[in-house]
């Protein structure tokens, strides 16, 4: 994990595609052997603020620091090549007419024939790839290809490793398996890593810390368990999955919902408000006459879907997940009660 000097440290990094503001004002840190995810919706500028850090954009306003070493500022700026960065991207990027052992190496002409062969030897090792030196990227599978691009960026024994949306290409069951080798072969190595998603899902399963993007900022920092728990406003909230939205005003010191007055923290008298609430922090019951109507319901495997209509608010449609198999029947009266640890409050 991160010791006092941090192996990357990216800061104030702003970046603009001629009027369009790409990356403003982004910061993230990253120790030896952690990984952080930076996610966010689709343009939100994750992939540019990852190329200024390879140096792959040239870096306008900001800095960015490796092992406590400038790579690029005001004054300096290090080519890719001399940062001691390993890339994946999300293509992997594989030259097809050379050989698995040949794509490695190919990055390593700077060292002599023994160092370059051990270096590439050591990088299939750690990677499962040994078997497959000589075999071309058509010959292997998606994941097979992904581990090579792995050992192609660990070839160098780099200090940082950026990738960039490395297991989108990967079908359910080989993501999962290829993912969990990837950070574990990270986190050995001691290597700083910094990880492109767009999926929350992921970066909550992968990451040390994640940090949240939109609109070219950095929204929220913070471990799976802070960001989940304790968002820190309703575009992080809503990013993480589905959210039953409410509006009102506080009065005080609550705001009245359709489940109930939720008490909030630090918000003054009349001030409109927002309040999240999320599907899994909905309890059902079928006890006494009911406050809602179910209009739907459907079984996911790992839990249940449900739509519930609020007879006193017809406005009102809650989403709820429940565990297992839970499907009252369309038209069920039902009594809806929310977990107040898991209902947020922002201003609008």
Not at 49 to 56: C, E, I, N, Q, S
Not at 113 to 138: I, K, Q
Not at 181 to 204: F, K, Q, Y
Request: charged share 20%.
């Amino acid at each position: 994990m991160a010791g006092a000097v941090n192996d990357l440290s990216i800061e104030h990094v702003t970046h603009w595609f001629n009027t369009v503001l790409a990356v403003d004002e982004a910061g993230i840190s990253v120790g030896a052997g952690e990984v952080v995810c930076l996610v966010g919706p689709s343009g939100c500028g994750k992939t540019t603020l990852l190329r200024v850090t390879a140096g792959l954009e040239p870096l306008q306003d900001g800095r960015v620091t490796i092992g406590g070493e400038v790579m690029a500022d005001g004054h300096v700026s290090i080519s890719p090549e001399d940062r001691n960065v390993g890339l994946v991207f999300q293509d992997y990027a594989l030259f097809p007419h050379l050989s698995v052992r040949g794509n490695i190496a190919f990055g390593l002409q700077k060292y002599n024939t023994v160092e370059r062969d051990e270096r590439v030897t050591s990088a299939l090792e750690r990677t499962g790839m040994a078997g497959y030196a000589a075999s071309y990227p058509h010959q292997l599978s998606g994941g097979q290809q992904q581990r090579v691009a792995l050992a192609r960026a660990l070839a160098p024994r780099p200090r940082v490793v950026l990738l960039d949306e490395p297991f989108s290409g990967l079908d359910v069951s080989l993501r999962h398996r290829v993912r969990d080798r990837t950070t574990r072969i990270l986190r050995d190595s001691g290597i700083a890593t910094l990880m492109v998603t767009h999926d929350p899902e992921e970066a909550m399963y992968l990451a040390d810390r994640i940090a949240v993007m939109d609109k070219g900022r950095i929204r929220q920092v913070g471990t799976p368990d802070e960001i989940y728990l304790n968002p820190a406003d309703a575009f992080v909230a809503a990013f993480f999955g589905d959210v039953n939205r409410f509006e009102g005003v506080v009065s005080n010191g609550g705001v009245r919902t359709p489940l109930g007055t939720v008490v909030t923290s630090g918000i003054a008298d009349g001030v409109s408000v927002e309040v999240l609430v999320r599907p899994e922090a909905l309890m059902l019951s079928s006890d006494g006459e009911g406050r809602g109507t179910v209009t739907s319901a459907r079984f996911l495997g790992r839990s249940s879907l449900i739509d519930v209509q609020l007879s006193d608010n017809l406005a009102s449609t809650l989403r709820i997940h429940v565990p297992g198999r839970y499907l009252p029947v369309t038209g069920a009266p039902v009594t809806v009660e929310h977990d107040a640890l898991q209902s947020f409050v922002f201003p609008k």
